[in-house]
């Protein structure tokens, strides 16, 4: 199994940046995917995860209204736009994938990782 992560980049606060996730070697249709980001320092928190068929999805607080996932099941491929970042957005981001389909996506729930991309965003 492998996620890809790609679009990661240097912007500025209020840029934005679109990160995707190419995934292969499983069935992507029957995964949640989900964002994570991990800042200098710090633990790696979840962002954003959407549901096996793109219907649903959930936030974290701090990204709510901002950031948005979606996912093309026909390119198994699950995005990450990300609108009006700040500089505590900075962070590696990574891609997982959950076979679960209820209950939160914690980093204990993740059966597969990405191996990150980086996002910085300066003021």
């Known amino acids: 199994v492998q996620l890809v992560e790609s679009g990661g980049g240097s912007v500025q606060s209020g840029d934005s940046l679109r990160l995707s996730c190419a995934a292969s070697g499983l069935t992507f249709s029957n995964y949640r995917m989900g964002w994570f980001r991990q800042a200098p320092g710090k633990e790696r928190e979840f962002v954003a995860t959407i549901s096996r068929g793109g219907v649903r999805t959930y936030y974290a607080d701090s990204v709510e209204g901002r950031f948005t996932i979606s996912r093309d099941n026909a390119k198994n491929t699950v995005y990450l736009q990300m609108n009006s970042l700040k500089p505590e957005d900075m962070a590696v981001y990574y891609c997982?994938?959950?076979?679960?389909?209820?209950?939160?996506?914690?980093?204990?729930?993740?059966?597969?990782w990405g191996q990150g991309t980086q996002v910085t965003v300066s003021s």
């Open positions: 997982a994938a959950d076979q679960r389909s209820v209950g939160p996506m914690t980093r204990g729930r993740v059966d597969y």
